[in-house]
């Protein structure tokens, strides 16, 4: 429709308005100076840079860990002995102190320092790290590591995320890092204080395409320069290590970056939800990086590497919508309206047999993937299929779970309305994490 | 943890898709349009199953062998006749689910007679064609409300009442009819019985014409009087109040996830005859998020998903059957998810493919017709959804009706 004297007039009005509101403020943010306001205003520049990583025993190849045993031909879901003792005193872990702090997490945009020692006493980063380089796997089990991200998830996304990002990086580290790159980064997960790091591949784009990062990283000698915008990065304020996606000439790459490196700033960017994880922007202002900090040693697999995340937040949103059912259950039983329990009625009660039957469906497309991920098998495919289902899902447990709970859904009195915020970072996030 | 079909099940699903390509899809169209007719080819066809079945009954994909096991694996893991049976019924359904639900002695009475039945019964029926007869003109879904009476004189029953839907009912050798042995002991008096055509008393009284599933006849039965040998009854005579219908609904843990399986057969039909069609429209390489493509490679990337976890889900009820675990729930999550992603895909691959779709040129149009009773027979939706939903909430039928 063309626009008539009327529309001119209220669109003259908002101009003088909008101008007006911005002056009086001194917030003028245009395109030309948006740089300019962001660094301005909120980035600053990473201040802990007081680690210094050396390779002090340098490795002659990578510590390359296998899956867990043989697979027997048998189409199986039962979980190995280990694997059900993992889970228990992560599920422990997850209700009695996760879940807890929950709402604190949330309001606070960041996890305890607490929670995270507990958190380390589970051991999850210790058995990411090869025993050649002092940590504890015998093995590596993608496997495993998904049903950690469910469990924790169980008790709270945010918080979960916050831990398991420095667990995802020495996984990346132990699955493509180079001798040079275990020996310099891995080792200090290992020790009695492991670094806080982080996976840095969303951009802050409409339908952005991991495989298409519009992050460059340009070779200059015996070093790469990066430029370029990460989001959604967690425990970005705090990290001293990243992995960072950026393009090359050939293809996506991932580049290991230090905190404090020159160039590099981070500004806190609070969103819908899993706010605990302590998600940041990140600015690569021509940071420069070894080229022997590209990650890889040959067999490094950039679509992989994307895949294993996607495929731990489809686990998270599995652990997630888990709790999700498992609360609006008892509510819905409890609740009554009408002289009886709201569940004795087919339209909530319909509700909630659905949401347990796509839970489902999500976890069996979820651990088709990542079964065959740790079997060495091709999974491009399947978690595709996995990330395309559990969005879409995960979001419908999140969004009925509270209109089971009505009113009382809508309000902080409840867990359900900070679950339906979560839940809404699947299908948004990139990166951040691996299996 | 392994989600992968183990390589033992090669063969049996690659004789299926021989089967559906070979045998199904050539004289599918023309027994949609001959309604009624009974499909000839299928009985040679039915003699080399049973030759598959008796080789290797663990691995044969026919109906009769639901309810058995396959060798257990190391830790007693076992992927057993009901997972075969199921990756069968996906392949055969993938050329024609009305041919499928015709394969002479592969009907859901027998699975009812393999689940319950005593060695004695199972010796008795070998061979014999058994039909599934529950429904009647006044109870659908609701089993429980069943009339059809079974009075003991003597060593016989005697059975009065209508039954209707009775899949392959005219064609089989003998129907497994559902029946109550005192309509005031409500669901725990309701007892099978297995009726042979040709006993007095028995009567055809029509044949549906149907939306789709066309080859396949759907017979209304009369029963007046008719007497039946007391030792034709599945399962225990007695009316156990306590054990109430399990053991009628027992069946239903191994049915389910084949019916799961017939609609992810058809679902996929259909998915795979739209991408040949769309082949120049579409860049399906799994590369690109969901979202970026375009409108028609979204939509296909969904229903594949859609139908890839019904797939798992219908194999996973299928595994705990095999592995004795209680699997009621599960079966009904896979009997209900594949009903509805079968047809919602049949559906929009007949939309999406244009005029072609809709068109009788194209299978497209009855797929789209077919997959409609998988998502009715055997407990609807709803159905399963009210048992699923009264098991997580714990509620009892007269609590969550």
Redesign the interface.
């Known amino acids: 429709m063309a626009r008539d004297a009327m529309g001119y007039a209220l669109s003259a009005l908002n101009h003088l308005a909008g101008s007006g509101v911005l002056d009086r403020l001194g917030v003028r943010r245009t395109a030309e100076n948006i740089s300019y306001y962001l660094s301005r205003s909120s980035f600053s520049a990473i201040s802990t840079s007081a680690r210094q990583f050396r390779n002090l025993n340098p490795l002659k190849r990578p510590q390359r860990l296998q899956a867990p045993g043989e697979?027997?031909?048998?189409?199986?879901?039962?979980?190995t002995d280990e694997q059900r003792m993992i889970r228990e005193s992560v599920q422990e872990f997850a209700r009695e102190v996760l879940r807890e702090r929950g709402e604190a997490g949330d309001a606070e945009q960041g996890i305890a320092a607490g929670t995270l020692e507990q958190a380390s006493e589970l051991g999850l980063t210790l058995f990411a790290v090869p025993e050649a380089l002092g940590g504890a796997a015998t093995e590596r089990s993608p496997?495993t590591s998904m049903l950690v991200a469910e469990d924790l998830a169980h008790g709270d996304m945010g918080q979960a995320i916050a831990i398991l990002a420095p667990v995802s990086v020495a996984n990346a580290l132990t699955q493509w890092g180079s001798a040079h790159q275990q020996g310099t980064y891995l080792v200090e997960f290992a020790g009695d204080h492991p670094p806080v790091a982080t996976i840095a591949v969303s951009e802050p784009a409409p339908?952005?395409?991991?495989?298409r990062p519009a992050c460059t990283a340009s070779r200059r000698g015996d070093h790469y320069v990066l430029k370029g915008t990460k989001s959604l990065v967690p425990l970005a304020a705090q990290a001293e290590l990243f992995l960072v996606a950026a393009m090359t000439d050939d293809g996506p790459g991932v580049f290991i970056v230090e905190g404090g490196s020159e160039g590099l700033s981070v500004a806190a960017d609070p969103a819908m939800g899993i706010r605990a994880s302590g998600q940041g922007r990140l600015v690569l202002d021509g940071v420069k990086v070894p080229a022997d900090n590209r990650l890889g040693a040959g067999d490094f697999d950039y679509r992989a590497f994307v895949d294993l995340g996607t495929l731990a937040w489809c686990s998270l949103a599995i652990g997630t919508s888990q709790a999700m059912?498992d609360y609006v259950?008892p509510y819905?039983?409890e609740r009554t309206a009408f002289g009886e329990?709201i569940?004795?009625r087919?339209g909530v009660?319909?509700l909630?047999?659905?949401m347990?039957?796509e839970l489902?469906?999500?976890r069996?497309?979820t651990?088709?993937a990542v079964?065959?991920a740790e079997?060495g098998?091709p999974f491009?495919?399947e978690a595709?299929?996995?990330?395309?289902?559990v969005k879409?899902k995960a979001m419908g447990i999140g969004t009925n779970g509270v209109q089971v709970l009505g009113g009382h859904g809508y309000t902080h009195e409840y867990p359900v309305e900070r679950w339906y915020r979560d839940l809404r970072a699947t299908g948004i996030a990139f990166g951040g994490l691996h299996l | 943890m392994n989600l992968e079909i183990p390589k033992k099940f090669r063969s049996l699903v690659n004789n299926a898709h021989q089967v559906a390509a070979g045998t199904f899809r050539p004289i599918s169209r023309y027994y949609d349009r001959h309604e009624h007719e009974r499909p000839r080819e299928l009985d040679m066809l039915a003699s080399i199953l049973d030759g598959f079945n008796e080789g290797d009954p663990s691995n044969s994909a026919g109906a009769a062998t639901t309810g058995a096991n396959g060798e257990a694996g190391a830790e007693g893991v076992r992927n057993g006749s009901n997972m075969g049976v199921c990756l069968g019924a996906m392949e055969l359904c993938y050329g024609d689910v009305a041919l499928m639900l015709s394969l002479p002695r592969q009907g859901l009475g027998n699975a009812a007679i393999s689940a319950v039945a005593t060695d004695e019964q199972k010796q008795r029926f070998d061979g014999k064609w058994a039909a599934m007869a529950i429904t009647e003109p006044g109870c659908g879904s609701d089993s429980g409300a069943i009339r059809t009476t079974a009075r003991r004189e003597g060593d016989e029953y005697v059975l009065n009442g209508e039954k209707i839907y009775v899949t392959a009912g005219e064609r089989a050798d003998c129907v497994v009819v559902w029946a109550t042995l005192d309509p005031s002991m409500g669901k725990a008096a309701i007892k099978s019985f297995v009726v042979e055509w040709g006993t007095p008393g028995m009567e055809l009284a029509r044949l549906e014409k149907k939306l789709g599933i066309r080859a396949s006849d759907t017979a209304a039965i009369h029963f007046q009087d008719c007497r039946v040998p007391a030792e034709n009854l599945l399962g225990s005579p007695e009316i156990d109040t306590s054990k109430g219908f399990a053991g009628a609904m027992q069946t239903f843990d191994n049915t389910r996830p084949l019916v799961a399986a017939m609609a992810v057969g058809c679902g996929r039909a259909a998915l795979e005859r739209l991408k040949e069609l769309l082949a120049d429209h579409v860049n399906l390489d799994y590369d690109q998020p969901v979202d970026n493509g375009s409108a028609v490679e979204a939509e296909i990337y969904r229903m594949e998903a859609e139908w890839e976890s019904a797939y798992w889900l219908t194999v996973r009820a299928a595994w705990m059957a095999d592995n004795h675990q209680p699997n009621s729930v599960q079966a009904s999550m896979c009997k209900a998810k594949a009903g509805r992603v079968g047809n919602w895909i049949t559906l929009r691959c007949a939309e999406l493919a244009g005029t072609l779709g809709y068109s009788e040129e194209e299978l497209l149009e009855k797929w789209a017709r077919d997959s409609k009773i998988l998502d009715i027979f055997e407990g609807t939706q709803q159905i399963q959804n009210l048992i699923i939903a009264r098991r997580l909430l714990g509620l009892s039928s007269s609590e969550l009706r």
Not at chain 1, 71 to 79: A, C, H, K, Q, Y
Not at chain 1, 207 to 211: A, C, E
């Open positions: 697979t027997r031909d048998l189409f199986d879901l039962n979980i496997v339908l952005f395409d991991p495989l059912l259950i819905a039983n329990p569940s004795h087919q009660a319909f909630i047999s659905d347990a039957i489902d469906a999500m069996m497309l651990w088709r079964c065959r079997q098998l491009r495919r595709h299929l996995a990330r395309t289902l879409d």
